[in-house]
């Protein structure tokens, strides 16, 4: 532990699709050369390696129980005792851990992102700052479908067919709930351009 004044820690989250990603990387990118990193729930997919294959495939991504909770948490302790961390890499196609790592290196702000990050109360006592990303729901799903399609090479009918199985009713159980942890609520994402100003301003004024 040193003497240096405890970073920032800023938490974004919001449903698949809400732009909760556009908005850290907004964030991120007016703090260009300053002492910043970004900390993305995403990572911190469970090791699946026990598991066989066709096991894997049946993991629900957007339920708390997918994550690895518990080395996030570490990890973040670590991040803010300015420790650095050996962050781990998830494999979508293998369905789970790679044998990578990435070593990140402690920051003075740091911005934690993902789609479940307000669910636990352990990682909402780390955070200084929560903000929710709150996009209508026909939205995301349009974004869903466009990025899935485009990037990932799945099928129209495979997208609906999770969105409506998995991922809308894991939203509506577990994510739109811990909208009411907020500090501040987004609407529509990185379009919001004076919410992202108002979120900097903030953050420019706790690092003097």
Known sequence: MTNKKRPIVIGVTGGSGSGKTSVSRA??????????????????????????????????????????????????????????IKKPVYDYAAHTRSKDIIIQEPKEVIILEGILIL???????LMDIKV?????????????????IEERGRTLNSVIDQYLNVVKPMHHQFVEPSKKYADIIIPE????????????????????
Do not use: C, W
């Open 119 to 125: 669910e636990d109360v352990r990682l909402r006592k």
């Open 27 to 84: 964030i991120y990118n007016q703090f260009a050369g300053h002492s910043i990193l970004m900390l993305e729930q995403d990572f911190y997919y469970k090791d699946q390696n026990e598991l066989s294959f066709d096991e894997r495939l049946k993991t629900n991504y957007d339920h708390p129980f997918a994550f690895d909770t518990d080395l996030l948490i570490k990890h973040l302790e670590d991040l803010i005792d300015y420790k650095s």
């Open 189 to 208: 994402g990185e379009t919001n351009q004076v919410a992202i100003d108002l979120m900097t301003t903030k953050i420019r004024s706790i690092l003097v």
């Open 132 to 148: 929710y990303v709150d996009t209508d729901d026909d939205i995301r799903i349009i974004r869903r479908i466009k990025r899935d």
